[in-house]
């Protein structure tokens, strides 16, 4: 299985911060990464495929770039609604690995 | 609109079985590969099993093949997840997804919320 490495685990921000996420696949999977955001109760919400493609209706906010094994996840100004906890996933080969999420909280 | 619902999950002795279902709405099913997806309390996303749209061809993670088996009636609009041999590491939430493909990528489009397994005695 393709591990996937996502980091930070967790970070602390404010409303109007630029973050970045960062993914890292243990193989090439050329621009086979996706995105998702998750909340607690929900089902999760498909923001970025294909590295960098954005998924339909989703804010321009978000961002993602990479390709090969280094991937990022950035959001431009983060808005109250954009606290979650976001997670890569890779769907070059079965399964398709996610990597264990990063949880952005509220500083 | 396009919705997935689970539905099926409960508390189960370790050793027991367990069939979850997945009822979609607002598109045509047999047209999409579905998925099923757990999340155990406080780990990550794990992608465990897939179907494709005709029901021809299946896949298992590593950690439930054997003990599991996906099917799909497309009459029905209906995904399943039929579980044998529970453990307790099988305990988590179970979603159902399906698959989006398009230029550059394919991903998880719909999700469903998700249905929770207990195994425990």
């Known amino acids: 299985d393709i591990q996937m490495t996502q980091s930070p685990s967790s970070l602390s921000a404010s409303v109007g911060d630029r973050l970045t996420i960062t993914c890292r696949t243990s193989q090439s999977i050329s621009s086979y990464l996706n995105w998702y955001q998750e909340k607690p109760g929900k089902a999760p919400k498909l923001l970025i495929y294909g590295a960098s493609r954005l998924q339909s209706g989703v804010p321009s906010r978000f961002s993602g770039g990479g390709s090969g094994t280094d991937f990022t996840l950035t959001i431009s100004s983060l808005q109250p609604e954009d606290f979650a906890t976001y997670s890569c996933?890779?769907?070059?080969?079965?399964?398709?690995?996610f990597g264990h999420g990063t949880k952005v909280e509220i500083k | 609109e396009v919705q997935l619902v689970e539905s099926g999950g409960g508390l189960v002795q370790p050793g027991g079985s367990l069939r979850l279902s997945c009822t979609a709405s607002g598109f045509t099913f047999s047209n999409y590969a579905m998925h099923w997806v757990r999340q155990a309390p406080g780990k990550g996303l794990e992608h465990i099993s897939s179907?494709?749209?005709?029901?021809?061809?299946?896949s298992y993670a590593e950690s439930v093949k054997g003990r599991f088996t996906i099917s799909r009636d497309n009459s029905k609009n209906t995904l399943y997840l039929q579980m044998g041999s529970l453990r307790p590491e099988d305990t988590a939430v179970y979603h159902c997804?399906?698959?989006?493909?398009?230029?550059?990528?394919?991903?998880?489009?719909?999700w469903g919320q998700g249905t929770k397994v207990t195994v425990s005695s």
């Open positions: 179907i494709l749209g005709n029901g021809g061809t299946t």
């Open positions: 997804a399906r698959v989006f493909i398009a230029t550059g990528g394919r991903a998880f489009d719909i």
């Open positions: 996933q890779q769907s070059y080969s079965f399964p398709w690995t």
